[in-house]
């Protein structure tokens, strides 16, 4: 088969990239760079079955192709909050187009959505049948309600051209690939405390995440494609053990052995309280599970910044 991957150069592209081409796919990578790096992709350049093009996923796309997995779009507040009509515009141009591609081909789509539909949740764990708590005008909104027009999108195709469309919910994910700046808590947290600045939390550090290392969420992914019958409704992809921002500094300064000190600095707006998935669907329809524990994950995310930075 014959895939399209959109944001193949970013942090989770490129393990997709890796895992498809394991799998015998023929891939098409298309990015524009504006945060992935095309460092993330080396490895594949000799690769006959890969093919990178540099591309906006806002601008129409055509190729031959049996499947499409829309992955563009920047994943962290600091780059998507950095140029917001942007952002929007990749979510709802980007699978339109897209969604037309795959409609001309018969192709089957996922669509990468994201733990942001909940917004600030008012129960937890977060099943796929909440309809979240979203501020529709605040800074997140241009990922948070992006993500969620990009999913309407997906079922109206649907329902109406009968189209085979696919959408997962992402919670966070963490790994090696990820940039030095990216922004999200655990690169933040890992960089500065290899380089011995203030860990930074936000809040006072009682709000929580689940954390789900890069190998599962790949799996997860790949299984969500390869399914034979369609989910009918988004699929929770993540690890639903809980942890607060503190507990996940903590973690962080023993396994990086850092002096650093903890601070703490305002909550940011729309910051949510709370993140946890149930993935008693992806269990029952994927049969799959996280496997990789925080411990594990973060001492081989620390090995690859202390070998991309030290």
Not at 167 to 172: C, G, K, P, Y
Not at 205 to 218: E, N
Request: aromatic share 10%; net charge negative.
């Amino acid at each position: 088969m014959r895939i399209l991957l959109t944001g193949a150069a970013g942090f989770l592209g490129s393990h997709l990239t890796a895992s498809l081409l394991e799998r015998d796919y023929q891939v098409i990578g298309l990015d524009d760079l504006s945060t992935g790096s095309k460092r993330n992709l080396i490895r594949f350049q000799s690769n006959p079955n890969f093919e990178f093009v540099n591309q906006d996923v806002r601008l129409p796309f055509n190729a031959e192709v049996d499947g499409i997995l829309n992955f563009a779009c920047p994943a962290s507040p600091r780059h998507y909050q950095s140029d917001p009509v942007r952002t929007i515009e990749t979510n709802f141009l980007g699978i339109i187009n897209m969604l037309h591609l795959a409609k001309s081909r018969g192709a089957k789509l996922v669509q990468a959505s994201t733990s942001e539909v909940y917004g600030d949740p008012s129960i937890s764990p977060q099943p796929e049948t909440y309809w979240g708590n979203v501020n529709p005008i605040g800074i997140r909104s241009c990922y948070d309600e992006g993500k969620r027009a990009a999913e309407t999108l997906c079922f109206d195709y649907r329902r109406q051209f009968n189209l085979d469309t696919r959408v997962l919910r992402i919670f966070n994910t963490y790994g090696p690939n990820m940039s030095p700046d990216d922004g999200r808590v655990v690169s933040n947290f890992i960089v500065q405390a290899i380089t011995g600045r203030d860990i930074t939390i936000y809040g006072d550090g009682s709000q929580t995440r689940s954390f789900c290392y890069v190998s599962d969420l790949v799996d997860g992914i790949i299984k969500l494609f390869e399914v034979r019958n369609n989910p009918e409704s988004p699929v929770n992809l993540g690890n639903p053990n809980e942890f607060t921002m503190l507990e996940l500094a903590e973690s962080v300064l023993l396994l990086t052995k850092s002096k650093s000190k903890i601070v703490f600095e305002p909550l940011p707006q729309d910051d949510p309280q709370q993140r946890r998935p149930d993935i008693s669907r992806a269990k029952m329809v994927l049969d799959w599970t996280p496997r990789v524990q925080l411990e594990e994950g973060l001492q081989k995310t620390i090995e690859y910044f202390k070998e991309l930075i030290l």
